[in-house]
């Protein structure tokens, strides 16, 4: 189905006009100043919001209403407002026509998943300047290139940026551009909800931005409550900004829930899943369940800092206990949100450029399950030094070492598939190799930690910021490269030059290395996080660092210059299929139609039967009469 | 070399499995013998000398894991690439069930062993005594009750001690005798801190409104470093100094010395407690 023929365009000017994202700015920055002076008339007559040096209450306001005004500027109150005044049940949609759709609110999945990837690349890019500007910091052991309030705020600013963009990472341009197509679905289950989730993540990239301007944030991704309730206005965007991505991250949840539970096309059993649909299923299972906890705990410290509560203060009858206890119990299901879609990234590659089977499917799905439910018993191993129960020590040590039980399973499945096959060493397939070499040594890294005796030295040091960048970066990162080379072809329909594609991976691979691996050893020397200042004894190691992760910051420019290279200069139209992949998303044509298939496809065989002779082709795509049932 | 339907293949296995042993046989030795005697903490302590062990045994368990990986798929990228640019099927193999069946014991004995191992070294030996324990210890060393008891404060932006059994007195320098069980009793006047004693094998959260405790048995003499391992604000990487670990005579002069600094001022310190409630800093910056 090609897309409906356009009437004669307005010009760009006046196409500026109407619900789009300059609307949805404008309305942000007007409810912003409403929300503020509301706030400020709350405030009078409590002396605890007018004795400090900002009003609270009117800061969380503005940013309340402000985020009210950006999507209703985006159009978010029109369908509602429609069916109220007694509308047909119809949503104005942007699904076909010209580039403007990407700034609006459009509900075709597709155009959803590559605002996804622009609007988290582009937050994801300045997170990683963060990371250059405090490794130029550390180039000595004293504080030099930043004031320590700014290094600590662009500590902050790394740690929050990046986990909150790496957990939309893979889900949010990957899942919901491919799981539909993957399962032989036309669209998502809740298509406004769907974009609902993604104008939220720039709403709270802003948000978490502006604590610039407001005093910083001095307490890390972590925002430890005691030290938060001291914090200048700063804080309050970080707890706004993780509100705002915690609703996102739900909604994302149960909407890819919903999506793979009851829209797969008929013939798409559970055992012809692709394995990354199953990922992404666990991980909104996590999502679902996680998240809305990181709610609870930002509204406390909210209501502590505005209101004037104490559920983090000892000193008023509250615990700061209760505090890293909520933060974890989303925390550690959060550190799997961010692996699991990487697991399932690496073993749908695998397959592809091995020529083989997926060996060994169903243990596959048992370790992503096994993942998931054991990754919500195993938060209290970040408190093993806090003075928690001590007897419960041992019980937090062997869930967390029972982890590491399915997610070897990961490893075996890459070991029976690489088995005899026929690799080929594409890009993304450099990638997803790295990963496994990235992620073998973050996951026995953990291990240490996971040690009680052990995690007395590598508790709260570098060794642990090495652990989770070899598990965050060189996994999850990883991975979302390699997707990024194996399917943008298919989402832009243009080719990536394979030779820069190949650059970039080995200056991001050895230098990703050099960087991190030597952390290990900052951590054993009594080097410990987020400190500006260090021993005079480590200097070298930390120029070391920093050289290296300069030429990773170098690597990124490479990526995008291939992007804009490939896309704008060369525009080299890929092929329908360029990987020869079975991959049901493989067979649609490009650009993928804006409902996927003429009909529901009826899928007639598994993806990864590589080398099975006689295999039937993935799905029938003009299914006229049922095929037989069964295989 | 053995043969199937007329193709000969390698015996790959067994080639990556010999390639193995010999790298492990190489690897655990110089590991325990070269490696162990420089893997943190240094031992001044009892219970940091238990931690550097469990860091051996850990590093001698965990690389030839690695390594069994590392040699397969650095085996697989030479012996099942495909040479040529066009795209061949492999073998249509989906499972085996045997092999999927020894990894999951092997796996889970490997798991299973880490943790009892872990487990026992905690509470019946003296490994996780170094580690904050809260307010009610599990892992108590041997005459735990006799204990010198040194209560660790932690504040924006310093470290101070106070010494009960001495009067109560605080400084801002810390001594501890050799060969003595020592009890630091951790707490914080503000946010939450956490000291790390690195040579001594000591980690412990302070938490404002608990009393976190860590046990530790100095082996001998010298100088220590001291850290705040959890973000306090501002002048967190400030929080550094030395504490020293005494001989018993000498830490006897030099608490009678700190007694005697003190006398003028231990009337003005609020009493001796094992937390304390100070009125909390909102949004102090």
Not at chain 1, 37 to 57: F, R, S
Not at chain 1, 220 to 231: I, K, Q, R, S
Not at chain 1, 346 to 356: H, I
Not at chain 2, 76 to 99: C, L, N, Q, W, Y
């Given at each position: 189905m090609s897309a409906t023929p356009i009437a004669a365009q307005p010009p760009v000017w006046r196409r500026l006009i109407g619900f789009n994202m300059l609307?949805?700015?404008?309305?942000?920055?007007?409810?912003?100043?409403?929300?503020?002076?509301?706030?400020?008339?709350?405030?009078?007559?409590?002396?605890?919001?007018?004795?400090?040096?900002?009003?609270?209450?009117?800061?969380?306001?503005?940013?309340?209403?402000?985020?009210?005004?950006?999507?209703?500027?985006?159009?978010f109150a029109n369908y509602p407002i429609g069916r109220l005044l007694g509308r047909p049940p119809t949503l104005r949609q942007h699904e076909t026509g010209s580039w403007t759709r990407y700034f609006r609110l459009c509900t075709d999945h597709k155009v959803v998943g590559i605002q996804y990837l622009f609007g988290v690349g582009i937050f994801f890019f300045i997170g990683g300047l963060n990371a250059m500007l405090m490794r130029t910091e550390l180039l000595r052991p004293v504080e030099q290139a930043w004031p320590a309030s700014q290094y600590l705020t662009l500590v902050s600013l790394h740690g929050t940026m990046m986990i909150m963009m790496t957990s939309a990472f893979i889900l949010g341009p990957f899942g919901n551009y491919f799981v539909p197509i993957m399962i032989g679905a036309r669209r998502m289950a809740f298509p406004r909800i769907e974009a609902l989730t993604f104008w939220l993540v720039p709403a709270a990239g802003l948000i978490l931005l502006s604590?610039?301007?407001?005093?910083?944030?001095?307490?890390?991704?972590?925002?430890?409550?005691?030290?938060?309730?001291?914090?200048r206005a700063g804080m309050d965007a970080y707890v706004m900004s993780f509100i705002l991505i915690a609703i996102s991250l739900t909604l994302v949840g149960l909407n890819l829930m919903a999506t793979i539970l009851t829209m797969r096309a008929p013939g798409m059993s559970w055992t012809r899943l692709p394995i990354f649909v199953w990922s992404v299923l666990a991980t909104s299972i996590l999502q679902a369940l996680a998240a809305p906890v990181l709610v609870a705990a930002m509204a406390m410290v909210l209501m502590d800092r505005a209101a004037n509560t104490s559920f983090?203060?000892?000193?008023?009858?509250?615990?700061?206990?209760?505090?890293?206890?909520?933060?974890?119990?989303?925390?550690?299901?959060?550190?799997?949100?961010?692996?699991?879609?990487?697991?399932?990234?690496?073993?749908?590659?695998?397959?592809?450029?091995?020529?083989?089977?997926?060996?060994?499917?169903?243990?596959?799905?048992?370790?992503?399950?096994?993942?998931?439910?054991?990754?919500?018993?195993?938060?209290?191993?970040?408190?093993?030094?806090?003075?928690?129960?001590?007897?419960?020590?041992?019980?937090?040590?062997?869930?967390?070492?029972?982890?590491?039980?399915?997610?070897?399973?990961?490893?075996?499945?890459?070991?029976?598939?690489?088995?005899?096959a026929r690799i080929r060493f594409t890009v993304p397939m450099l990638f997803a190799l790295a990963f496994f070499f990235n992620f073998l040594i973050g996951g026995l890294s953990g291990v240490f930690l996971s040690d009680v005796p052990?995690?007395?030295?590598?508790?709260?040091?570098?060794?642990?910021?090495?652990?989770?960048?070899?598990?965050?970066?060189?996994?999850?990162?990883?991975?979302?490269?390699?997707?990024?080379?194996?399917?943008?072809?298919?989402?832009?329909?243009?080719?990536?030059?394979?030779?820069?594609?190949?650059?970039?991976?080995?200056?991001?691979?050895?230098?990703?290395?050099?960087?991190?691996?030597?952390?290990?050893?900052?951590?054993?020397?009594?080097?410990?996080?987020?400190?500006?200042?260090?021993?005079?004894s480590l200097q070298t190691l930390n120029i070391f660092v920093s050289a290296s992760a300069y030429v990773i910051g170098l690597s990124m420019l490479i990526f995008i210059a291939n992007l804009v290279w490939s896309l704008v200069f060369v525009r080299q139209p890929a092929a329908e299929n360029p990987w020869a992949s079975r991959g049901l998303e493989w067979q649609v044509p490009t650009p993928v139609p804006v409902s996927n298939f003429d009909r529901v496809p009826v899928i007639t065989s598994g993806p990864y039967e590589y080398g099975v002779p006689n295999a039937p082709p993935v799905a029938d795509f003009a299914p006229g009469a049922l095929p037989a049932a069964g295989s | 070399m053995t043969t199937i339907a007329g193709e000969r293949i390698p015996r790959h296995g067994s080639r990556i499995i010999a390639i193995w042993l010999v790298l492990t046989a190489i690897s655990v030795p110089l590991i325990v013998l070269v490696l162990g005697p420089h893997l943190p903490p240094p031992n001044m302590t009892v219970e940091s000398a238990d931690q550097r062990n469990a860091n051996?045994?850990?590093?001698?368990?965990?690389?030839?894991?690695?390594?069994?990986?590392?040699?397969?798929?650095?085996?697989?990228?030479?012996?099942?690439?495909?040479?040529?640019?066009?795209?061949?099927?492999?073998?249509?193999?989906?499972?085996?069930?045997?092999?999927?069946?020894?990894?999951?014991?092997?796996?889970?004995?490997?798991?299973?062993?880490?943790?009892?191992?872990?487990?026992?070294t905690l509470i019946a030996g003296a490994h996780g005594a170094g580690g904050g324990q809260g307010p009610d210890p599990a892992a108590k060393p041997p005459g735990y009750q006799h204990a010198l008891p040194v209560q660790v404060i932690g504040q924006q932006w310093d470290?101070?001690?106070?010494?009960?059994?001495?009067?109560?007195?605080?400084?801002?320098?810390?001594?501890?005798?050799?060969?003595?069980?020592?009890?630091?009793?951790?707490?914080?006047?503000?946010?939450?801190?956490?000291?790390?004693?690195?040579?001594?094998?000591?980690?412990?959260?302070?938490?404002?409104?608990?009393?976190?405790?860590?046990?530790?048995?100095?082996?001998?003499t010298g100088f220590f470093q001291i850290r705040c391992a959890e973000l306090c604000g501002l002048w967190h990487g400030h929080m550094a100094k030395k504490g020293r670990v005494l001989a018993a005579p000498a830490f006897q002069a030099w608490i009678a010395a700190a007694q005697k600094q003190n006398a003028s001022i231990v009337k003005y310190l609020p009493k001796y407690s094992r937390v304390y409630y100070p009125l909390p800093l909102r949004r102090a910056g």
């Open positions: 609307t949805g700015l404008v309305l942000g920055i007007g409810g912003w100043f409403l929300g503020a002076w509301i706030g400020g008339q709350m405030a009078v007559g409590h002396p605890y919001l007018q004795g400090t040096d900002q009003n609270d209450v009117g800061i969380y306001m503005g940013y309340l209403f402000g985020v009210i005004g950006f999507l209703v500027g985006l159009g604590a610039i301007a407001f005093g910083g944030i001095a307490t890390g991704w972590t925002g430890y409550a005691p030290l938060a309730d001291e914090g983090f203060l000892a000193s008023a009858g509250g615990s700061q206990y209760l505090y890293e206890n909520l933060f974890w119990f989303f925390g550690h299901p959060e550190v799997y949100i961010l692996a699991l879609p990487g697991f399932g990234i690496v073993l749908e590659l695998l397959p592809v450029f091995a020529r083989k089977p997926l060996w060994g499917y169903r243990l596959a799905v048992a370790g992503m399950l096994g993942v998931t439910l054991l990754s919500f018993m195993v938060w209290q191993h970040h408190l093993f030094v806090s003075g928690m129960n001590a007897g419960l020590r041992p019980f937090y040590m062997l869930t967390t070492e029972l982890i590491s039980i399915p997610t070897g399973f990961i490893f075996l499945i890459a070991i029976g598939t690489l088995w005899r052990s995690d007395v030295t590598t508790h709260g040091s570098y060794f642990v910021m090495a652990h989770f960048h070899y598990t965050i970066v060189g996994g999850l990162v990883f991975a979302f490269f390699g997707a990024v080379y194996y399917w943008l072809p298919k989402m832009l329909g243009f080719e990536l030059n394979e030779t820069l594609g190949k650059i970039h991976f080995w200056l991001f691979f050895v230098f990703f290395n050099l960087t991190f691996f030597p952390l290990f050893a900052a951590g054993f020397l009594d080097m410990p996080r987020r400190v500006s200042t260090y021993a005079p | 051996i045994v850990m590093t001698a368990l965990l690389v030839p894991i690695a390594l069994l990986v590392l040699v397969y798929f650095i085996y697989s990228f030479v012996f099942f690439r495909e040479t040529s640019d066009a795209i061949v099927d492999g073998p249509p193999i989906k499972g085996h069930a045997g092999a999927q069946l020894l990894w999951i014991v092997v796996t889970s004995a490997i798991v299973l062993a880490l943790a009892v191992w872990g487990s026992y470290w101070t001690f106070r010494y009960p059994t001495y009067g109560g007195i605080e400084t801002r320098d810390l001594a501890i005798p050799d060969h003595t069980l020592v009890a630091f009793h951790v707490t914080s006047i503000d946010v939450t801190h956490s000291f790390w004693a690195y040579e001594l094998g000591v980690k412990a959260d302070a938490v404002p409104g608990v009393d976190n405790i860590a046990y530790v048995n100095p082996r001998h």
